[in-house]
């Protein structure tokens, strides 16, 4: 069991461009999530899938986000036109079904910062 | 909504010395409760849950937490503090299994 990974750990960008994350799920794991933290506050849920199917994205913060999870494996979470709000710490969890409670084990990260 | 506060934006404890962080929810059924540890740096190891039985729950590094549905509280507590559990502690409830909410967190600071 490897864990969840991210990549990169570090982003660092400039206001007005495009950056993707990845985030590879435990193996078999068939939910994925992500959620945004920023200093100071607990993980704010962005969407998550249910292998490929994207089942919640109302909550992302606005249409310059998106994520997709092509064949129900990794996942990737871009942001078009980034501003300096966008700064903050981008977290991805897998948990192995749809089952209440099921626990959700997280990645260390992605730290963007936009200059 | 489900929401989740943690009063306590910080706390000091000198290191052996016991721990209590407080968690308190507010959610429509029978909630099931998680504590969360970040060190710096890293990402959320998960501690102990709930989510049926005993009120108890027994959690890895000695941590342990008490469901109090009367209460609307989840509060962790550790009997001696190491050095090792300065970090920041989050509690979170579960979304109707879509996702979790989280609360602001609890940081931990422990004094030698």
């Known amino acids: 069991d490897t864990g969840v990974s991210q990549d990169p750990r570090h982003k660092i960008t400039k206001r007005g461009q495009n950056v993707t994350f990845r985030c590879d799920p435990i193996?078999?794991?068939?939910?994925l999530y992500w959620y945004r933290q920023t200093l100071g506050q607990g993980p704010e849920f962005l969407t998550y899938f249910q292998n490929e199917a994207q089942l919640e994205k109302s909550r992302l913060l606005s249409d310059r986000f998106s994520a997709e999870r092509p064949k129900g494996s990794f996942s990737t979470l871009e942001i078009q036109r980034t501003e300096q709000g966008d700064s903050a710490m981008y977290l991805c969890?897998?948990?192995?079904?749809?089952?209440?409670?099921?626990?959700?084990?997280f990645g260390p990260g992605t730290r963007l910062t936009v200059l | 909504a489900q929401s989740v506060t943690q009063p306590d934006i910080h706390i000091t404890v000198s290191e052996g010395a016991s721990l209590e962080l407080r968690c308190n929810y507010s959610y429509g059924a029978t909630p099931y409760l998680f504590w969360y540890v970040q060190s710096p740096g890293q990402g959320l190891q998960l501690l102990l849950k709930y989510f049926s039985g005993d009120t108890l729950v027994q959690g890895i590094k000695g941590f342990e937490a008490e469901f109090k549905r009367s209460q609307s509280s989840f509060n962790l507590r550790k009997p001696s503090v190491h050095w090792s559990d300065a970090a920041e502690y989050f509690c979170a409830v579960d979304n109707y299994g879509q996702n979790f909410v989280f609360g602001p967190g609890t940081r931990l600071s422990v004094l030698p």
């Open positions: 193996s078999e794991h068939n939910r």
């Open positions: 969890a897998s948990s192995q079904d749809s089952r209440a409670a099921d626990t959700q084990y």
